[in-house]
């Protein structure tokens, strides 16, 4: 035993932690796709989230003028010789049949 401790002792020590040069220590191309994938997701995260959010305004206006009528109130108070437009699939009224919907 007292041969390995002398041995173990006789080693030279690794360098310093602060010995290490900066160029070793970049997380090179591996982290920067991870960084890149990461904001990406959250850049289409942010863009699902706002449609959501917008179509369920569109539906929450479509329902309260749908109830309006039904109760017998004029929807925004204009009183209009047009017939009333039904809501289109998303909840917006003002999409013409004849539109492209995406």
């Known amino acids: 035993m007292s041969t390995i401790a002398a041995v173990l002792a006789a080693t030279t020590p690794s360098p310093s932690p602060s ?17 890149a994938l990461v904001a990406i997701v959250t850049i289409l995260l942010v863009v699902d989230m706002t449609r ?10 479509i329902r309260e003028r749908l109830e309006a009528e039904v109760a017998g109130e004029p929807g925004d108070g204009a009183v209009t010789d047009e017939p009333s437009r039904p809501a289109a699939e998303d909840g917006r009224a003002d999409v013409g049949d004849d539109t492209e919907r995406g």
């Open 19 to 35: 010995g290490v040069p900066d160029v070793d220590v970049t997380p090179g191309v591996a982290g920067f796709v991870a960084i």
């Open 52 to 61: 959501r959010i917008r179509r369920t305004r569109y539906r929450a206006e």
